[in-house]
């Protein structure tokens, strides 16, 4: 799983938003790749526990994929908030300048 599986999964995962969503989604896609690669089918009623205790028998302690997204998540913010480019002035959101004030005026179509 950590060769041409994970490089795949992980790829662009700096800019994705972590959602309770993704991150439960993120979860299941390892169990279901860690079931799948020790042949436990999910009839066999094995545990999500038991599942990761077989692995960690197999292949010893590891990161999970919600703590690998994460990792990468704080060094390319690191990365960019060292720099001095565009991808920083767009994750900061700081732009130069200054809105009008009062409401946005209609581009002039009727409808």
């Known amino acids: ?15 994705w938003t972590l959602t309770a969503d993704l991150e439960r989604r993120v979860q299941a896609l390892e169990l279901r790749c860690f079931r799948k ?12 526990e ?3 205790t077989r692995v960690k028998q197999a292949i010893g302690p ?4 919600l703590s690998t997204v994460r990792q990468r998540k704080l060094r390319w913010y690191g ?5 001095s480019g ?13 809105r ?8 002039g179509k009727t409808t």
């Open 1 to 15: 799983m950590r060769t041409l599986a994970i490089s795949i999964f992980l790829y662009a995962c700096e800019s």
């Open 37 to 48: 690669i020790l042949n436990i089918s999910y009839k066999d009623h094995v545990t999500n």
């Open 50 to 52: 038991e599942v990761r």
């Open 62 to 65: 590891y990161d999970d994929l």
């Open 79 to 83: 990365h960019t908030s060292r720099s």
């Open 86 to 98: 565009l991808a920083k002035t767009i994750l900061q959101g700081t732009v130069n300048g200054s």
């Open 100 to 107: 009008k004030r009062g409401r946005q005026k209609r581009d």
